[in-house]
Nanobody, 111 residues
Framework: QVQLVDSGGGLVQPGGSLRISCAAS????????MGWYRQAPGKQRELVAV???????NYADSVKGRFTISRDNAKKTVYLQMNSLKPEDTAVYYC?????WGQGNLVTVSS
């Protein structure tokens, strides 16, 4: 059974950068698409970025050019590098594959 553990959230100033990680257990990681979602206070959870098992990324329009999703199959880890952060990026970020979710990481963008 796959389990996901998110890490790396925190407080960052507008314009700053942050990288969050998601470590997976289980043998199917290399064959699974992985995604990052976020949920801001009072809003629905939304897709931020997804990466296929072959490493092809796709992004929400709101983060294109600022965020980069990547994966290391040997480490069973997926990353989200977030640059040029804006206050509206403040949210809890969740890692996901299929029906499995990480516990979430709070990212706060504020001066």
């Amino acid at each position: 059974q796959v389990q996901l553990v998110d890490s790396g959230g925190g407080l960052v100033q507008p314009g700053g950068s942050l990288r969050i990680s998601c470590a997976a257990s289980g043998s199917i990681f290399s064959f699974s698409a992985m995604g990052w979602y976020r949920q801001a206070p009072g809003k629905q959870r939304e897709l931020v970025a997804v990466i296929s098992s072959g490493g092809v990324p796709n992004y929400a329009d709101s983060v294109k050019g600022r965020f980069t999703i990547s994966r290391d199959n040997a480490k069973k880890t997926v990353y989200l590098q977030m640059n040029s952060l804006k206050p509206e990026d403040t949210a809890v970020y969740y890692c996901n594959t299929s029906t499995v979710w990480g516990q979430g990481n709070l990212v706060t963008v504020s001066s």
